[in-house]
């Protein structure tokens, strides 16, 4: 049974930074790459950042560049958002996520193209 956890959230202020950790451990993992996205009340989940496992290549959605990097141990199945100059419109469950397979080079950004997820946690910032 794959496991998925996430940790680091929290309640921070507007311009704050908070670094959000994720790990994958269990049955017969196949990470191929690693993703995060958010959920915030009343709206649809999104996508946020992934990184692929083999190369490290990153992508990022809009909301995300140049104030959220995504980065990865490979030898500990983990992923990690640092999360700079957050806004109130941050504030979200984060979900992370395990892709088994990337079709592409680019690691995926569709929820549907993940196998496994983690419960989330909480992101709050305040104006």
């Known amino acids: 049974q794959v496991r998925v956890s996430e940790s680091g959230g929290g309640l921070v202020q507007a311009g704050g930074s908070l670094r959000l950790s994720c790990a994958a451990s269990?049955?017969?993992?196949?990470?191929?790459?690693m993703g995060w996205f958010r959920q915030a009340p009343g709206k649809e989940r999104e996508f946020v950042a992934a990184v692929r496992r083999n190369g490290g290549i990153v992508t990022y959605a809009d909301s995300a560049k140049d104030r959220f990097t995504i980065s990865r141990v490979n030898a500990e199945n983990s992923v990690y958002l640092q999360m700079d100059s957050l806004k109130p419109e941050d504030t979200a469950v984060y979900l992370c996520?395990?892709?088994?397979?990337?079709?592409?080079?680019?690691?995926?950004?569709?929820?549907?193209?993940?196998?496994?997820w983690g419960q989330g946690t909480q992101v709050t910032v305040s104006s």
């Open positions: 269990g049955g017969s993992l196949n990470i191929a790459a």
């Open positions: 996520a395990v892709a088994q397979r990337s079709i592409t080079w680019q690691p995926p950004k569709l929820q549907s193209e993940y196998d496994f």
